[in-house]
């Protein structure tokens, strides 16, 4: 009797969650999902063309039927980095959602982030090979952690890593320097200042590595990431991010 009480228990909160409807993370509309169908439909349901590299948004003349394509600056100057995916451009209203997880606790939307980008993922994925052996998050500092309560990375990576059905490994990669905020700093700024920020925790030789991030502004970031990962034999790097800032 007692097992079936606690286990009751257990089941208790999905059961009431499934049935009972939450509101819209954009519109505040009643929903059973994180958002609602109309929003879902408004804003998430993309069809514009992005560089297969880093994520930016391609101008219309770009948009011819083949499987790989890259952005200028990809192909004038390649990243360390070779993939990236990407949900939508960061600009209103779904910068609103990253900022709510990262801000203000609202962790829903780090489950829906990291479904939408699975399915992203194996909507472009050629063949088996190009699933990551990891999945890591781009780690924060300790002190912004500790201020924080949680890495929003990480609350995307996890569940992200479970429906690809790969591995997670939420201390792989570590920050060494608590660097000043890359929002407050140009490109030039942004990518000596992470430069020598991190360092990998455990062995990546040949191994293809996922990381993950809510947003991608610069890249500068994840191309020190990349760099580190590179460095310490990692095979291959692909980026998962819920938003990516256009260039201008």
Request: with cysteine.
């Amino acid at each position: 009797m007692q097992c079936f009480a606690r286990g009751l228990y257990s089941v208790w909160p999905r059961a009431m969650h499934a049935a009972l409807p939450n509101l819209c993370a954009l519109c505040g509309n009643l929903s059973h999902k994180t958002l609602c169908d109309g929003c879902d439909t408004a804003y998430w349901d993309e069809s514009r063309l992005r560089c297969t590299v880093c994520a930016v948004p391609l101008p219309a003349s770009r948009w011819v039927a083949q499987a790989r394509y890259r952005c200028a600056d990809c192909v004038a100057e390649p990243p360390p980095f070779d993939a990236s995916f990407a949900l939508a451009d960061y600009q209103a209203p779904l910068d609103t959602l990253a900022v709510g997880l990262k801000f203000r606790a609202r962790l829903m939307l780090a489950h829906d982030f990291a479904q939408r980008l699975a399915r992203l993922a194996r909507d472009n994925w050629l063949d088996a090979a190009e699933r990551p052996d990891v999945i890591a998050p781009v780690p924060l500092a300790r002190r912004r952690l500790v201020e924080r309560g949680y890495n929003q990375a990480w609350q995307i990576a996890r569940p992200l890593a479970r429906a690809l059905g790969v591995r997670s490994d939420a201390t792989l990669l570590e920050r060494t320097l608590d660097t000043a905020p890359q929002s407050r700093l140009d490109l030039d700024a942004r990518r000596q200042n992470v430069e020598r920020a991190f360092r990998v925790a455990r062995t990546v030789r040949g191994l293809h590595v996922g990381i993950v991030d809510d947003v991608m502004t610069s890249g500068a970031t994840l191309e020190a990431l990349a760099h580190t990962l590179k460095a310490a034999g990692a095979r291959r790097v692909t980026n998962f991010v819920a938003l990516r800032t256009p260039k201008n």
